[in-house]
Structures are given as C-alpha cells and as structure tokens.
C-alpha cells in the first residue's frame, strides 16, 4: 500500500511501516521533517490502531511523537519501522482474528453451443466439414477453461506468497522486540549483579560480626592494658565500650539482618523467576515456521509452471483448430489432407485434452488451494504466536519495571543495615586500632631519633661549611693583603667571618609510653587483627611472610656494606636514605631507626586495612589467591635470601683462603729471618774472645731489631703490590723493589679480596681520619713503595758495619769503639727512620689532599663540560624552535592576510545581495537577482577564489529558482481563480443534488415504513406489525395461524383505550417485546410472597437482533390456560396515523 501522509509535503523518500500484529506493511511518501505524530495519525486513519495504542521502534530505538523523522536517520530505505499495538499487549484483549483470503472468483466458462455462437460450416453437408467448428469451439472452450483454472491458481499463489512475506515481517517485528527487551533486561541484570555483590559481601561481614561477637569480646576482656595506661574502671579492652549496650545492639542487629535476609530471599526468588521467563521466552523463535512454509512454497511452485505449460499447448491446439477451419471455408485444403484426415487428427487432441490436460489443471488447483489453507493455517498460528509472545514480552517488561523500583528500595535498606552495624564495627576495631597506636608510639620514637640524628647532622655539616669558609678567606687574605692596604680590605668588609649556626630542637614527644617493638606483641599480640578463625585457618601463609620479612631485614643489616644483587643492593638504599654517620650513633643505629620506624608504621597501615576490609568481606577464592601470591612472594624472597647466604659463605671462603696466604707469606719470612739468625751464630762461634762473644750477643739483638725493620717494611710492600696489582695491574714501575716471593703472593690473591681487606683495616683503625679513605689507591700504593725503598737503601750500610764488627783480629778497644759507632749509628738511623716516617705521613698527607682537590676539580671539569654541551644542545634546539617559530608565524600572517581578503570580497558580495534583497519588492526581486548573477558572472576571473565562486554559483542557483517559483505562483494563482469559479459552480449542483438526495430519502422512508406496516399473521417477532381482536372475555389475542397464545399487554391496552370512550374491536402496533410465561394453578396467597422469581425468557431489542431472556411471571392464570401451557404476553406501540375504530353500537 502507497499513499501520502500529508499534503503539500515534498517527497524525498519512502518511509515503510511494518504492522506487527498481523505482518501488513505501508509505504509512506515523506520528508526527513516530518514529525513522527503525523506519520501515526495516518496510521490510525488506515490500519485503526489508535494514536495512544500505538509504539513504534525502528532497530532499537522508540519513536517520539514530537520528534522528526530525522532525528532516527528516516526516512531511509536501510531502516524499517514496525508499529506495535499496546492494546494487543495486555492480558485481556482478544485473541486475533481469523485470516481472512479474499480471491477474486473466477468463473468457469459456459459450455459451447452451436445457437449461440453459429459458424458458416454448420450447414455443410459433408459431416467431416460440419465437425470442425465443433472442434474449434470445444477447443477455445477448453482453452477458456484452462486460462480461468490457472488465472486462480496463480492468484492463489500470490496469496500464498503474500502470507509468507507477512509471516517474515512478523517474525523481524519479533527479532526488534526481543531486542528492545534484551536491552532493557541486560540492564536489570547488571543492576541485580551489583546489588547481590554487594548485598553478599555486606551480608557476609555482619554475618562474621554477629557470629564472632562473643569470640570478639572475650578477646578483648583477655588484651590487658599496658600498666600506665590502666585505671580503676578500665583494666582491659573490652573496658572501652558498655557491654550491656552491645549485647542490645547484637540483638536488634540480628533481628534485622534475619529480616533483611527473608526479603532479599524473596527478591532472589522473583528475580529468578523474571530470568526464567526471559530466557524461555528468548529460546522460543519462530524462524521453524517461515522456514517450512518457504520450502513448501518453493515445492508448489512446479504446479504453476506446469499449468502454464498446459495453457500454452491449450493454446496452440486452438490456433491449430482455427487455421483448418478458416482453410475449409476459404477452400484452400491441400489435396493431401482432407477434412476427414483432419477431423481424425483433431480426436486424439480432443481426448487429450478431456482426459490429460484438463484433470491435470484440476489437480494442480486442487494442490494449490491446499497450499493456500496450509498458509493459512501457517498465518493463523504465526498471528497466535506474535500475539501470545508480545503478551509475554508486556509481562516481562512490567517485572522489569517492578524489579528496577525495588532496587531503590533495597539500596536504602543496604546503607540503613550498614549504618545499624557500624556500633557492632567498634568491637571488632578496638583492637586493631589498639595495635595501631602502639605501633604509631614506635613509630615516633623512632622517627624522634632519626629527626635528633638528622639536625645532629646538620650542625656538624654546617660548621664543617663554616671551617672551609674560614680557611678559604684566610687564604685570600694571606694572598692580597700585601698588595692592598689593610684599610681597604677593611672597608671592603673582608675581614669579616661567618657567625656559627647553632642547631637546636625543642623537645617533644615527651609523652610518648616506653615501648620497644617487642612490646607490640606483647601488650597488643597479632590477633587482635582480624577474626581469630581466619588467622588460625591461613597461619602457615602469615607466619612464612613474617619469618620473610624478619629474614629480609636482618640480610640487609648483615649485608649492609657488602655488594649485593641488583635487586637487593643494600649500599643504595642507605645513600639514598642518606644514612650516614653522625655524632653519637653509628650508621647501623640510624638504619635500626628507620627500618623500626618503617615496620611500625606497616603495622599500623596493616590495621588500619584491617578495621576497613574485614576478612570476612572476602570470598574464599580471593583469600586462597591472596594467601597464594603472598606464599609465592615468601618462597621468592627466601629463596634470595638463601642466593644472598650463599654468596656470604663464597666471600667468607675467599677471605679464609686471603689469610692462609697472609699467614704463609709470614711464616716464609719467619723462617728467612730464622736462616739469617743461624747463619750468623755460626760465624760468630768460631771467635776466641769472650769480649766479642758478648759483643757479637749484643750486636745480635741489634741486627735482630734491624732486621725487623726490613720485616715491617716487607709487610708494609706485601700490601701495597697486592693494592697495586687490584687497582692499577699495568704500572710496571709499581713492581719495583718488591721480593720474588711477595710479588708471587700479590699474584695469587683476588684484587677484589685485597681491597676488601683494605676496607677492614680501614674499620679497625689503620686510618685513623676519615678522610684518608678518599685517597686515590694509587698514590697510597706508591708512598708505601717509595718508604720500602728507604728502609731498603739503609740495610748494606748496616750489613756492612756488623761484618766488620765481626772480624776475628780486633782488639778489645776497638770493638768497644766499634759497639759504641754502632749504637750510635743505629740511633742515628733510628731517627732517620723516624723522620722518614714523619715525612712520608706528612707527605701522604699532601697526596691525599692534592688527590682530593684534584678529584674535585675532575668533577667540576665534567660538570662544566656537560653544563655547556647542555647549553649548546639549549641553544641549538632554542634556534630551531625559534626557526619554526618564525616559518608558522609567516605562514600564518599569509593565512591571515588571504582569509582577510577573502572576508573582504565575501562581505562585499553579501552587501550587494543585502541591497538587492531590500531595494526589490516581490515582483521585482527575481529580476534583481538575476541582474545580480548576470554582473557577478561578468566581473569573474581566474583569480577568484572558491568561496567567491561558490557564492556566485550559489546567486545564479537562487534566481533560477526563484524565477521558477514566481512562474508557479503565478501560475497557481491563474489556478486558484479557476478553481474558485469552479468551486462556485460545484457548490451550486451541490445544492441541487442535496435536495435531490432528501427527496429521494424522504421516498426511501416512506417506502420502508410501507414495507414495515404489513401485518404479520406468523411468528410474532420484535419490530413486526401485529393486530390483535377483542375477545369475548375482555381480553385482545393476535390474529395468528400457526401460533396462537399472543396476547396483549395491559399496558398497550391501556395506551390504546385511556384516551377513547370505549374500548376497540381490534388494534393494530408495532412489537416492542414479547415475553414468554408458563400458565400455572392458583397458589395460597401466603406462598405468593414466598415464592421467588420465575423463570421467563424475554426477547430483547438490539441492534437489530432478538434477545430471549428470563424474567419473573405471575403465578396465576389469567387466560384460563391449560397449566403447563406456554403463552406470550406481547407489547406494542402506536404506529404512526394509525386510526383505531371503536366498535359500532
């Protein structure tokens, strides 16, 4: 169906309109402006649908009255539009209609007949001749009949096709509505998931609070107070809180979670039977349906192609039929076929076509209208099945509805059960937050110290910065006050110096309870975190971390100056934390600080967690996860922790196996310096004199303390060729003057054994100032080289005096002279000694410094490199950004520059057309539009920009339109002069004709009341005119032939006679109402009050048809009736000029 839904609209698409209910479609012609109100009162018009029963959805969106089209992209030949009927949807309403298929009836042919339809062989006397038309007839007759039997047959299928297109539509119109409900029930669903998410973990917390009340409050009646916090009313915990008041709220609190639970029990339950239903109603589809109706469509469709084939032989047969008979009678048979050959030819077709062509047809009509009842049937069940489906959709979405308010409601409840729960909240808080303050004066405490530490620090730093600063101004001093006088250095103000920074800290915290981190556990034990259930069921898991943390914290006390992994590189942490040494407490105490300040302050975040997310809050499968990444964390770190033992034990074994070799090397040289004692015994016994026994005794334990020295020295280069060949291994010269044994011993150890070795002296005391351990490793190796050495150079002159103090032929004087010059010499060497080790301090001294000035100005250097490479790169992006800068700027002004010419030139084409609007009237204005694009064309060039342009092709557009519209306007108004004088003249045979209409109705009438006033002498029915006679007894009875017992009511007798001096022979009326009664026998007058009514058919008017009803009946018999006997009491109405005759005196 196409029609139009408003006049005067302009056509830009076609807007197509599914009918839901029963698969019907419209097409609309429409603009993308028309409202959608429009669009559903011609619906209403059409279809009957009323405007407030009507939803229309187009995919998933509902149409708004008030909207257009455009607004839902309609009209559009990609979208459809399926119109619901709100009343079908509601429980009540009717089940639809029957389909109904109106077929144009088709009629069979009349039989041929040689009267009727008379040919010019009929008379012929050759009975062959006089045959064919016979054939001819009987042939366009059975062509005839064929044509009709197919022309149904193919009505029949369109019918069947058009149900089958219905049927689609109906089930799409499905797919949109199951869709729509999908949307909204998706909806429901997450709301319903959220709530019972947090319904369950609310429900599973209070749940925990209620149970593990009593365990909470023995609990903490057990966590006595520390001892100064005590009183004579609070001695433990559970002190804090009323316990009567408590054991109420336990009772209110478990009342109403009973309650709230019972109605959320029931919410379950209606949720799940709006589930149920939805998803049945999801399962059921009817595509099975369409399906096989389109197969058997499909099936049937050779019936058709067969007739058609059967019509086109019927065909041919006749045309062959016709050319025989119009070759008879224009004689121009050939002379090998005659008439009798052709008559015998044309029996064969006759017999084909009576008994193959013709039943065949029959047969392929009869198929196709049982087709047509199956589609039907189809249609009738797919009308039921939308009907019942979209009941079950309006149901569902009023549960959804229903569902969607109780959410609210049950939201209030959920913050309302929170809100009662939050007292029974305190208990299970007490202690966790107990353990938190603990834990927090911990936490001060040490963070007290690590603050004393720090500002300890910072005084010291200070006053080092005010040392420097003094020396530093010395030094300038001592440099230019010999070229500038003192005044002027004076009025300079160089003389003056820095004041010193006293750091002071006020005391605070002073408060604070005597508690040590033990005492955490002691006075609040971990239990008190979380319900005891919990902890004891995942203990293992808990006491694995701890036994973890504790691990972890002691590897980085013990490993605090040693490499580690880079994970867990101790060193780092402690220069990052800026750990250092300070006056009074030792890098190791500051780091206990922090790291206690540290763990008491996660001992409080850990019961804050604990007091906000309950254990019980958790399912079970997230504690288990949580349980397992915790344990798979302890493993990890246990396992670094046995990596972190096991490198420990290998730098343990390295340095064993450093002091096997130290212990070697000096039992080597015990045992050289043993030889060396022998050796000279020996020769020292071969002496005569007891003098220079004694002398050589004496001189012996000199050379034995000389020969210390070479041993100290000896030591002293073991440890500088070790320091050199781990630092600087490609010196050469570092190896001089070094023995063959330590220089194999140096090549044994590991560099990295050495150095640590160094850094353990470092600790015991071998350098005593803190700055020695900036010094470079080479400079102290080759002050250690150059001091062997020295000691080196004395050793031949020493040698050298004691072989001469041991010549045999000596005398007494002399070697009491020579004792006393080698006394002498060994205390001179002995100062000499003493002054080499003065100045090789002294000059380690000035190393150290130079190597710390030098290492600070290699540090300056690279910082002033890398500042001005910084600079360069700032510079060199600066002028790069500024180069792009610059190239924007200029592409912008030309920008500019160009849209400011174009605005010009566009402002000066709007001021032309502004005057051509204004200074035309409506007449006129066309042409000054088209002067207006007439000049623009003539000033145009190739300069012109596309706006210009555009504008140009716009104004030549619009005056071509306007013209256009100026020669519609006139010539609709040509059209309207017309139309109005034809209107005139319309009226006026209006006029006429509505006289002639009301003479004829007028007519009508009064033939209908003829009609109406023919006595009826049958069966008395409502309407009819009746007559009634006087009885002998009183009474009027109806002039009747085959029904007697009428009679007429007191009431119409009464109408008829009030107004007449005496009573009528006869009367004649109208039936208004008959009423049936049973003749009874006379009853007691005490039992007519008792009895109820009787039983009476009534015979009521409406609209036209009779209504047999019942009414109550007297109980006497008032017409002398048989009792049993059926009679009827008739009612009656005047008719109009009705002349009632009295009887004559």
């Not at 006749?318 to 050319?323: A, I, Q």
């Not at 009738?380 to 149901?395: D, G, L, S």
């Not at 009612?1131 to 005759?1141: K, R, V, Y």
């Amino acid at each position: 169906m196409s029609s139009n839904a408003l006049e005067g609209v302009v056509q830009l698409g076609k807007l197509v309109i599914h009918i839901a209910e029963n698969g019907h479609s419209y097409e609309l012609d429409c603009e993308e402006y028309t409202l959608v109100e429009a669009v559903q009162k011609f619906l209403e018009s059409v279809c009957g649908i009323p405007f407030n029963d009507q939803l229309l959805l187009c995919l998933d969106m509902k149409l708004d009255s008030q909207r257009p089209l455009s607004t839902y992209k309609l009209p559009s030949s990609e979208r459809e539009v399926f119109l619901f009927n709100k009343a079908r949807m509601r429980s009540n309403s009717p089940s639809p209609q029957l389909e109904q298929c109106d077929i144009i009836d088709i009629p069979d042919p009349p039989a041929p007949s040689s009267s009727h339809n008379p040919h010019p062989l009929d008379d012929a006397s050759d009975p062959a001749l006089k045959a064919l038309p016979s054939y001819e007839r009987q042939f366009r007759y059975h062509f005839q009949w064929g044509d009709a039997i197919y022309s149904r047959t193919s009505a029949k299928i369109e019918m069947c096709e058009r149900l089958l297109q219905e049927q689609k539509v109906q089930e799409r119109a499905l797919e949109i509505a199951r869709g729509n409900l999908d949307y909204f029930y998706r909806i429901v669903l997450q709301n319903y998931s959220d709530f019972m998410k947090c319904y369950s973990q609310q429900h599973r917390q209070h749940n925990s609070l209620l149970v593990n009340f009593g365990r909470d409050v023995e609990k903490l009646r057990a966590i006595r107070l520390h001892p100064s916090l005590q009183t004579s009313s609070r001695k433990c915990l559970l002190d804090f809180v009323k316990e009567e008041n408590l054991r109420k709220t336990v009772e209110d609190c478990s009342s109403s979670h009973r309650q709230f639970e019972n109605k959320v029990s029931e919410f379950k339950q209606e949720f799940g039977d709006l589930k149920h239903n939805t998803e049945n109603l999801f399962s059921g589809k009817a595509s099975f349906l369409v399906k096989d109706l389109e197969l058997t469509i499909k099936e049937h469709q050779q019936f058709i192609n067969e007739q058609k084939s059967i019509v086109q032989a019927l065909s041919k047969d006749v045309n062959t039929v016709k050319k025989l008979v119009d070759d008879c009678i224009s004689s121009k048979l050939s002379s090998s076929l005659r008439p009798h050959d052709a008559v015998s030819a044309l029996g064969p077709m006759y017999d084909s076509h009576e008994k193959n062509y013709l039943p065949r047809m029959q047969e392929c009509d009869r198929a196709i209208s049982n087709l047509l009842n199956f589609c039907r049937d189809k249609k009738n069940e797919m009308n039921n099945f939308v009907h019942n489906y979209m009941q079950k959709i309006a149901y569902i979405q009023f549960s959804i509805k229903d569902v969607r308010y109780k959410f609210s409601v049950f939201q209030e409840a959920l913050k309302r059960q929170s809100d009662q729960f939050e007292h029974l909240k305190v208990v299970r808080g007490i202690g966790p937050a107990y353990r938190a303050c603990l834990a927090e004066v911990v936490r001060r405490k040490a963070s007290m110290k690590i603050y004393m530490g720090k500002a300890g620090q910072l005084a010291e730093k200070l006053a080092a910065d005010r040392d420097d600063e003094v020396r530093r101004r010395e030094e300038f001093l001592k440099v230019h006050n010999t070229f500038i006088p003192r005044d002027i250095l004076a009025s300079m103000g160089l003389y003056d110096t820095p004041n010193p920074c006293d750091v002071n800290v006020s005391p605070f915290d002073t408060n604070l309870l005597a508690l040590d981190y033990s005492d955490v556990d002691r006075y609040a034990p971990e239990s008190l975190v979380g319900p005891s259930t919990r902890s004891e069921k995942h203990g293992s898991p808990r006491t694995s971390l701890s036994m973890s943390n504790e691990g972890s914290l002691s590897s980085e006390v013990e490993g605090c100056g040693v490499d580690l992994p880079e994970k867990y590189d101790f060193q780092e942490f402690i220069e990052g934390s800026e750990l250092m040494e300070i006056a009074g407490t030792s890098k190791m105490e500051v780091e206990n600080a922090k790291l206690k300040a540290e763990l008491a302050s996660k001992i409080a975040l850990l019961c804050s967690m604990s007091t906000e997310l309950d254990y019980g809050s958790f399912d079970d499968e997230k504690i288990e996860n949580m349980l397992r990444n915790a344990a798979e964390k302890t493993s990890e770190a246990l396992h670094l922790k046995d990596e972190y033992g096991k490198h420990l034990q290998s730098m343990l074994k390295m340095k064993q196996m450093q002091c096997e070799s130290y212990e070697k090397r000096i039992k080597e040289l015990e045992q050289r310096l043993s030889d060396q004692y022998l050796r000279g015994k020996i020769s020292a016994d071969g002496d005569e004199s007891a003098v220079s026994t004694a002398k050589i005794n004496d001189n012996k334990s000199d050379v034995s303390g000389l020969e210390e020295v070479p041993h100290a020295m000896e030591e002293v280069s073991c440890a500088s060729s070790s320091l050199k060949s781990g630092v600087v291994p490609d010196h050469s010269k570092a190896q001089e003057g070094l023995g063959d044994n330590m220089t194999d011993s140096s090549i044994m150890l590991n560099p990295q054994l050495d150095s640590s070795m160094l850094d353990l002296h470092r600790e015991k005391g071998h350098l005593h100032d803190r700055e020695k351990k900036d010094v470079p490793l080479s400079d102290v190796g080759m002050a250690l080289t150059a001091s062997n050495m020295a000691v080196s150079m004395s050793r031949p002159t020493d040698l050298l005096s004691y072989e001469t103090a041991v010549q045999p032929d000596l005398g007494a004087k002399e070697c009491d002279s020579l004792v006393v010059e080698l006394q002498n010499a060994l205390a001179e060497k002995s100062s000499q000694l003493e002054n080499a080790e003065t100045k090789i301090q002294e000059l380690m001294d000035d190393v150290s410094k130079l190597g710390r000035e030098l290492e600070i100005g290699r540090k300056l250097l690279d910082e002033s490199q890398m500042n001005c490479a910084h600079l360069e790169n700032c510079l060199h992006e600066a002028r790069e950004e500024a180069q792009t800068h610059l190239c924007a700027a200029d592409r912008r002004a030309s920008e500019y520059s160009a849209l400011r010419i174009s605005a010009i030139k566009t402002r000066g084409l709007f001021e032309r057309m502004k005057n051509c609007v204004l200074t035309s009237g409506v007449a006129t204005f066309a042409d000054a539009l088209r002067s207006l694009a007439q000049s623009l064309n003539s000033v145009a060039s190739e300069t012109d920009d596309d706006g210009t342009v555009e504008f140009r092709d716009c104004i030549r557009v619009l005056a071509d339109k306007v013209s256009a519209l100026s020669r519609q306007r006139a010539e609709l108004l040509d059209r309207h002069s017309k139309i109005e004088a034809v209107s005139e003249k319309l009226t006026k045979e209006l006029e006429e004709k509505k006289e002639l209409v009301n003479t004829l109705y007028m007519k009508h009438q009064l033939e209908k009341q003829a009609n109406k006033e023919k006595i009826s002498f049958g069966r008395l029915e409502v309407h009819e005119i009746a007559a009634f006679v006087l009885k002998s007894s009183g009474y009027y009875e109806a002039i009747n032939r085959n029904c007697p017992y009428y009679y007429l009511s007191s009431e119409s007798v009464a109408l008829f006679t009030d107004h007449l001096p005496s009573r009528p022979s006869y009367i004649v009326g109208q039936v208004v109402h008959i009423e049936r009664r049973i003749a009874k026998s006379p009853a007691p007058a005490s039992q007519q009050s008792e009895h109820g009514r009787d039983r009476v058919d009534v015979l009521m008017p409406e609209i036209g048809s009779r209504r047999l009803g019942l009414s109550s009946a007297s109980a006497s018999n008032p017409y002398g009736l048989p009792v049993g006997c059926e009679y009827f009491i008739v009612t009656i109405a005047m008719l109009p000029d009705t002349t009632i005759h009295s009887p004559t005196s």
